[in-house]
Nanobody, 115 residues
Framework: QVQLVESGGGLVQPGGSLRLSCAAS????????MAWYRQAPGEQRDFVAR???????TYAASVGGRFTISRNNAKNTVYLQMNSLKPDDTAVYYC?????????WGQGTQVTVSS
């Protein structure tokens, strides 16, 4: 089993920045992909960013140029640096780890962008 714990969410003004972290523990393989998704109230869960074990990154069009995903393999941790935040970025942000045929999810962390 794999456990994921997100942190770093909160309330920020438009134009501000936040850094989310997701620490993984448990039975983690040497090759895995980590990603961030988000879900706004009444909406489906949407892809935000992904990073592979070789540091190949992919971003949703809505966050490209503003968000940066990175990872620290020694700590089994993935980060999401979010800059130039907009009210539309308000959502619960979820971390996901994919290894083999399994996907594991964290409990989510709330990000609210409001003045």
């Amino acid at each position: 089993q794999v456990q994921l714990v997100e942190s770093g969410g909160g309330l920020v003004q438009p134009g501000g920045s936040l850094r989310l972290s997701c620490a993984a523990s448990g039975s983690i393989f040497s090759i895995y992909t980590m990603a961030w998704y988000r879900q706004a109230p009444g909406e489906q869960r949407d892809f935000v960013a992904r990073i592979t074990s070789t540091d190949f990154t992919t971003y949703a069009a809505s966050v490209g140029g503003r968000f940066t995903i990175s990872r620290n393999n020694a700590k089994n941790t993935v980060y999401l640096q979010m800059n130039s935040l907009k009210p539309d970025d308000t959502a619960v942000y979820y971390c996901m780890l994919s290894q083999g045929a399994q996907n594991y999810w964290g409990q989510g962390t709330q990000v609210t962008v409001s003045s």
